[in-house]
């Protein structure tokens, strides 16, 4: 009776962890919200490529200025390291990166969009951010690394940390992050050279300029690649969300913005 009872418990433990791993597999299928496509199938890295980074940038006129033969082979070496720097966590369905290497890119292009993206930082001091058609970026890190004080780091994530001085843009409205160690959901939306950013449902830049940081005197291209930066510490992605907005659309957004921007 024993044994019978033995077998019978083993039976229903294997049953009921093989329903929980099914029931987890589930849980971390992409569920794009109406209008949306995922940019993260919960499996690898299909549509990704990498991109130079490491906390730096890369200015897109000068990838633009590859020969066919020097893109290829220039892509073949940054996907190398980026297969050595990000993984996917299929466990959980989220895109993890060491912090070090190349950042992750979008290999589609986009104009105008909106982009949702959850994100973690791991460990106290971290430090991430979102490039925008390639260009730096909304920011993302610790308000209390000590390290950071001198960059506004205390005045929290959520704003174009790379733009002028004199730029509204460049500080969050207000601070939004959640602990280290805890989710936080952002939804920017970018039309034409400008940016509009919510933070865990606050709103932290409301139709300010992205600056050219290659450039302060030119606008920012019209097209490019959604951005995930390395910057030295562990930095997970989920639910990574996009659709492109449509002309009318962005036009009524524009005509939105307050005369008092820049």
Not at 50 to 76: I, M, W
Not at 215 to 232: A, F, M, N, Y
Request: proline share 7%.
């Amino acid at each position: 009776m024993q044994v019978r009872c033995s077998v019978a418990a083993a039976w229903t433990m294997l049953v009921c962890a093989a329903t929980v791993s099914v029931l987890h597999a589930q849980a971390v299928t992409p569920a794009p919200p109406p209008g949306f496509t995922a940019l993260f199938n919960g499996k690898d890295l299909s549509g990704w490529r990498g991109r130079p980074g490491g906390g730096g940038v890369f200015s897109p006129y000068v990838e633009a200025k590859f020969t066919p033969e020097e893109r290829t082979a220039k892509q073949k070496e940054w996907n190398a390291d980026r297969d050595l720097h990000w993984r996917v966590d299929t466990a959980k369905g989220e895109i993890v990166s060491d912090g070090k290497g190349v950042h992750l890119a979008t290999e589609k292009a986009y104009g105008d969009f909106e982009l949702r993206v959850d994100w973690l930082l791991t460990q106290p001091g971290g430090d991430s951010g979102i490039y925008l058609r390639d260009y730096p970026q909304v920011q993302l890190w610790d308000p209390a690394n000590p390290r950071e004080q001198k960059n506004g780091a205390d005045k929290g994530s959520g704003a174009l940390w790379n733009n002028s001085p004199d730029n509204p843009g460049r500080w969050p409205l207000v601070k939004a992050d959640n602990p280290i160690g805890e989710w936080n959901t952002l939804d920017i939306k970018m039309v034409g050279n400008r940016v509009w950013v919510t933070l865990n449902g606050k709103p932290t830049v409301d139709g300010q300029v992205l600056d050219n940081f290659f450039d302060r005197t030119q606008p920012v291209l019209p097209t490019g690649s959604i951005e995930l930066q390395t910057h030295g510490s562990e930095v997970r992605f989920r639910n990574i969300y996009i659709r492109e907005i449509p002309e009318a659309e962005g036009k009524t957004l524009l005509a939105t913005v307050k005369s008092a921007a820049k």
